[in-house]
Nanobody, 127 residues
Framework: QVQLVEYGGGSVQAGGSLRLSCVASRDTLDYDCVAWFRQAPGKEREAVASIYTRARDGNTLYADSVKGRFTISRDNAKNTVYLQMNSLKPEDTAMYYC??????????????????WGRGTQVTVSS
């Protein structure tokens, strides 16, 4: 069982930045990919970004809505994945969750592919 804890949420004005952290309780042998998802009230959970944690090059994938503004990165020595969010917009307001995928568990940006989830951290962007 892998436990995930998110840190770094908060409130910021439009155009500002936040960095989220996702710390895993175990090393990368138990999963091969970590992703960030978000869910706003009344909306479905959507993928934000993913990163391979076991591959040497750490391939990344982003939702179109965040490309060029968000950056996902990893520090395997710390079992941590980060999400740097720049140029934040009010529509980025949501609960942000990190999730870990069992090896070859399914489509990278599909919530159903992820077996382990954190409890989330709130991000609020005001205009």
């Amino acid at each position: 069982q892998v436990q995930l804890v998110e840190y770094g949420g908060g409130s910021v004005q439009a155009g500002g930045s936040l960095r989220l952290s996702c710390v895993a309780s175990r090393d990368t042998l138990d999963y091969d990919c970590v992703a960030w998802f978000r869910q706003a009230p009344g909306k479905e959970r959507e993928a934000v970004a993913s990163i391979y944690t076991r591959a040497r090059d750490g391939n990344t994938l982003y939702a179109d809505s965040v490309k060029g503004r968000f950056t996902i990165s990893r520090d395997n020595a710390k079992n941590t994945v980060y999400l740097q969010m720049n140029s934040l917009k009010p529509e980025d307001t949501a609960m942000y969750y990190c999730a870990a995928r069992l090896p070859n568990g399914g489509r990278l940006l599909s919530p159903s592919a992820y077996a382990y989830w954190g409890r989330g951290t709130q991000v609020t962007v005001s205009s």
